[in-house]
């Protein structure tokens, strides 16, 4: 007390840093969606770039703003943004435009997406979708959409899905097999910011509110 300083010797719960709960999925289909990488770019004095790629996959960003058209999604979205704390706790988000291993939007099948090969040891494949080229972890699958393949032949058991996305073989697939899957996913976001700005003259005008959200990097 001396020194100006006073120490309270209590505090909050943990935060935990997901919640695994879906944003409402009617106020996220109307949203904008924005990948986006980072590049660094040195420019010579003679107009010669030089180009270093520092992220190998996209980061995702949206605006969630265009499906809140009433005062009950109003309601439901401030809620939703005072459960998670702002930006606090992340939580899943069903983009509009590509949510399926198969294209953007199609029905899943067992061998749309390689995981790997087998080497006889190797027992935990993870999930991927590739981007012509450019792979994507996919971290976040919805439940009972995931199917598996074998060498073309679709395993219905022997298997577990794990944490972010992880699948795990009761045995580890002969060496040389490839290992493919189908599935359905959502994205890790969380609000962009912990202040939600919200007035009244604006919404009732027909402004869209402005709901940023951004992807998550989870670990492997």
Do not use: C, H
Not at 67 to 80: N, P, T
Not at 127 to 142: C, M
């Amino acid at each position: 007390m001396r020194d100006g300083f006073v120490w309270f010797d209590a505090g909050e719960d943990g935060v935990e840093a997901f919640d695994d709960v879906l944003f409402p999925l009617a106020l996220g289909r109307e949203a904008s969606v924005e990948p986006s990488f980072s590049t660094a770019i040195v420019e010579t004095a003679g107009g010669a770039e030089q180009r270093n790629s520092e992220w190998a996959d996209a980061r995702l960003r949206f605006d969630a703003g265009p499906g809140v058209r009433s005062e009950a999604e109003l309601a439901e979205l401030i809620a939703f943004f005072r459960a998670r704390r702002g930006a606090a706790k992340a939580f899943r988000f069903r983009d509009p435009f590509d949510f399926s291993s198969n294209g953007m939007s199609g029905e899943p099948g067992a061998a749309d997406q390689l995981l790997g090969a087998g080497d006889g040891v190797r027992t935990d494949f993870a999930l991927v979708k590739d981007y012509d080229g450019q792979q994507r972890r996919i971290t976040r699958p919805i439940a009972g959409s995931v199917r598996l393949s074998v060498d073309g032949v679709e395993r219905v058991s022997g298997w577990t899905l794990g944490g972010k996305g992880v699948v795990t073989f009761e045995e580890a697939p002969a060496p040389g097999a490839a290992v493919r899957a189908g599935f359905r996913f959502d994205v890790p976001v969380r609000f962009e910011d912990d202040r939600l700005e919200i007035s009244r003259a604006t919404f009732l005008a027909g402004e869209a509110t402005s709901v940023k959200l951004i992807e998550v990097r989870e670990g492997s």
